[in-house]
């Protein structure tokens, strides 16, 4: 995966995942292999991870956009990743 990575939570499975303070959050699974999860304005700028204790639900910061110069509020987005 080629993209810039901003903060990440390691889930129990070795599961990473990663903001990137673009519009995206990033699974990177052990064996390689990337996936985006989430890709919409809610998680504009996503730009903090923190997996929830039973690593069911990833909470994500967004700062709007602002690292890229956007004007959008900040956000926290639920995003459930049950394994």
Do not use: C, M, N, W
Not at 41 to 53: E, F, I, M, Q
């Amino acid at each position: 995966v080629d993209l810039p990575i901003d903060d990440f939570a390691i889930g129990r499975d070795g599961v990473i995942y990663a903001t990137t303070h673009r519009d995206q959050v990033v699974r990177l699974r052990p064996d390689g292999s990337a996936a985006v999860i989430a890709e919409h304005a809610a998680v504009k700028g996503s730009a903090a991870a923190l997996l929830s204790a039973d690593g069911r639900s990833l909470y994500v910061i967004g700062d709007g956009g602002l690292f890229f110069g956007g004007k959008e509020a900040a956000s926290l987005v639920r995003l459930s990743v049950a394994p």
